[in-house]
């Protein structure tokens, strides 16, 4: 695994120390000198001997996992890919289908555009068949991934959906481990900002997936906010109907739309991020109002939103049960 | 004043006792016995003697203020003003015009139908100049005092506005200072969770008031959540609108019909709820996109959403500078 | 299990359902009637079908944990007990020797005086080889977890103590899921308070324990704080010493004495809580200056404080390695 | 003022502005270009027009306030003083009598030998008389405040005081107004943490004061927690004397050494951190075991801790009543 001193990172460690049909074996991560994970992340003392290594060679792997910031994801896939490597790509590298909107939003020519047509973006509600046979997965990010659970439902019933509002609230670990003014603790704590109001890169993923769901453009609005606590992100997402719909009619298509679903639970209370943290599950709400059905998303952003879907996808694409290491 | 054993009632406190042209002379509170507001407020102590009355008659007053729950103050008000003492009554119960509508929402019939015609809303922002001469002001709730400011300069300007969409963010403090599951610490810490979608009490006030400046019904849907934190309400509000407008457009609305108030404060950049705790401001930002436009509107709950506004009415009502005792 | 609606009964249904050697079958509670647990606590939605029971009789059991409050685990020990059940009390029923001590700390005479002299204090790094054999366990209080593995590597080595101040901070959870002012969100969040300093029930646990291992009396003096957090005890242990200790020599007595402890961490730098918060570690570091010793040691208090150690306790009676289900 | 971007420094400001008789006309930090301090710090919008300066030359003034980092206040002291400017430091410079103390503990040479000696410890409480004359005031540090406060009355009463443990707990603000990993807040929210045991500068600040007071050498272990709130110390204070003390008589020498000071609040209850926050008061309660008696100070780390110290000394040294601009 590459990347292994963020929050993402340990997420992962974390998770894989308890899968049991896989075996974690070698991390990597741009440090000063090779390093016991442990010691990074003394909360692992006593639980793994792993060392991050700097710049060592990889064992051969079946599968790598990036939790790397984009730009350098691409930077490791291909060589990984090319010498018969499954991937998990946690970063945005592959996840914008049109290299155009990447430098768009990343301010950064795309770096592998070669491996980017094969990419399958890592959401196994919508995307399971094509990720079970996939070589490179593009994981989704948090916010994307609570939002698309969130609206997927309604654009596959029979109802008209005219665009979307993503009211989205995150915890503070949302924005990396990295000392920053905007995530120190006395000028985030006791405090909820709103930030990149439409213009979070984020709204592109998100407009682009509930768009191939839909089969055509869905006009897309993100809002996100901080909110000081650690983990967990509320979507609160304003869909708008072409017609009225009633509250139980839009209960029944989530209901049925995620009955088999693993991680997806429906629910007729409204949801809070307590009840996913620490969980891959995504816990999802609805109510309505005339035009308007309002769906309420819960899941815990490092895990479900990163390391908990990463694994599970993992598993898909080796066949093992879905839920292996997650429960 | 009445109810000072809440976190309202110590705020008024609070402020009063640095207010220059005022002299808090009576405290009362359903309490077991008569009991130094200092020994409620341990803060308070060393800063004043008075003595918090369980039934005791109050001396002459110019003014009252009640922080009572509702359908108390409907207990207190009608004497209070009968015998010539102005009345700001921070609960609910004179803030909807219709009883119809307080009956509908708060489960009660309304208690004081007499006056209810008379009561004033005293946002000031809006109604500086029936505050002036009223003898009782319906106080704003906290929510609507964030939503209405937000909203307020869209539907007085050249905009023909379609509908109103408030997702709001508030500290745990407007829960009241009761104990309770919801607000037990390691239910609501590090967790976020909305409530009462479209059945908050507070949006029919909300409506009823942008109706009002409007001057015809507008369509509002009011979602609440609660976030970790003491105090502070962000309101996300969305906007939606007949045409397009310019980001620019809308601001210069804004900075315009709020130049001269002096706890409204327009801003380019994206307030968070900590500019404005511990203080009778409202920060707002703008943005828009396409015919949606974005209002970010933060206030201290518990200040500009209560015993700010409550003095900053009193202040209005008696002559002095507007910001006596507030800055 | 008894007792599964308390953070600590969640705790221990959460670490079960994924103990590889144990059967999670029956779960009680005083509630209104039988509910799934899932339903009171929404995060194990999906997970279980387990109905938390009112009064149903349990069935055949290998062994019962009490996460009860105190005085009503005596009314349930003794008829397992005797019917063949092993029980691993949680309360603080069979933690004090002498029956005079209990009702003196916890206000009401001792309920089960019979089986009070074959309960054995369930700390294993103290008392594994009794714990094996034992048919009732009195699962340790979580201040005292810390504090006990945080001083009695001192108490056997060739030092002489002569006193301890243990000033522990803890987490709100502690306090138990019960509506209470005193852990009513915005009273006790963005706030540090020192609590029943020198009067708490702890107390004399850490003291009896302490004796126990030192052979004679040991001077204790417990103040603890509550800190808004949710989980976590850093107790930090002041130990008189006889004579002057350089701090290599009681570092390396603490290493010694834990060299072989599957959950006791013996560092280097100092623990944060967060080190350990979610896992059944015990994060110590020591320090000194002249004859005082000064020990750091973290836990969390539903975990080694109380769940998990209750499971390491289980796993010791049934012969299966210690640490199943809590890695 | 100097050093107006820190968390003291808008503190400072907060204040003044409020101060009926100090007009605050100058503002200086190490910033890239002259700035409105309202841009630094939004919540200040509408309050002030005061632009901060990079090197302007300050205009004719009484007093500056300097809250500076150590260091750097020594470049500025000298020259306000040389001019009749009297100066309250609220940096280490000047605190410790001994330039090899500084030195020792602030690994640097002293930079101002020529005005050490004419400093004077602005601890009202303590110096009164002598700060009323000082040109230049060295503002006690947070923590000191705290415990010297907490343990000073033992000192001068017929106690014989052996030596004293404070154990002491602190907001994040403490750590200043820079982006740094240890209180980036995923890694320091929801968790407690011991630090710099034994080896934190304001260790020797205690030590001297205390042992000014005492006439002679007083034993001290400092042992600082940071802990996940924005504000506030709460000082646990071990003090170990020669003869056991009731508590009372303990109670009674606190309640008459601070019966006239104006910030000082000695309580039979415990209080709470929450209690003095955004307040200049200090509450103190009082508790004992045999020969220990326990001492809980509580202050707000950025008022009397800081900024409201400082403008308490401020008014001291101008003959206004000790109060003014701080309730």
Not at 106 to 113: A, F, L, S, V
Not at 230 to 250: F, H, K, P
């Amino acid at each position: 695994m590459w990347g292994a001193t963020g929050y993402t990172g340990y997420e992962l460690v974390r998770i894989l120390l308890r899968h049991p049909d896989a075996e974690l074996v070698f991390l990597a991560a741009k440090i000063d000198q090779d390093t016991p994970i442990a010691e990074i992340f003394p909360v692992l003392g006593g639980r793994t001997d792993l060392v991050c290594r700097v710049d060592a060679e990889p064992p051969q792997l079946d599968i790598a996992l990036l939790a790397l910031p984009h730009t350098v994801s691409v930077m490791f896939a291909p060589k990984l890919l090319s010498s018969g490597v499954k991937v998990v790509d946690l970063s945005a590298d592959y996840r914008l289908r049109d290299p155009a909107d990447y430098e768009k939003w990343y301010k950064t020519p795309h770096g592998d555009i070669g491996n980017l047509p094969s990419a399958v973006y890592g959401l196994p509600e919508a995307f399971r068949a094509r990720i079970k046979d996939a070589s490179l997965i593009a994981n989704p990010g948090c916010y994307p991934t609570a939002a698309i659970l969130g609206v997927a439902p309604l654009l596959g019933g029979g109802m008209k959906v005219n665009g979307v509002i993503v009211d989205a609230k995150t915890g503070v670990s949302g924005g990396g481990r990295n000392a920053n003014m905007a995530f120190h603790f006395p000028e985030c704590n006791e405090s909820v900002k709103a930030y990149k109001i439409g213009v979070h890169q984020h709204e592109p993923e998100i407009r682009e997936i509930l768009g191939d769901l839909r089969g055509c453009d869905v006009d897309v609005l993100f809002v996100p906010h901080l909110v000081p606590m650690d983990r967990g992100i509320c979507s609160t997402c304003y869909v708008s109907l072409d017609t009225a719909a009633a509250e139980n009619d839009v209960y029944e298509i989530y209901e049925k739309r995620y009955a088999d679903e693993p991680f997806v639970r429906v629910r007729r209370d409204i949801p809070s991020t307590k009840d996913v943290v620490e969980t891959n599950f995504c816990d999802i709400a609805v109510r309505s109002r005339d035009k308007t059905a309002i769906v309420v998303s819960c899941i815990d952003n490092l895990v479900k939103g990163a390391a908990g879907q990463a694994i599970q996808n993992m598993n898909i694409m080796f066949g093992v049960p879905e839920e292996t290491g997650l429960l």
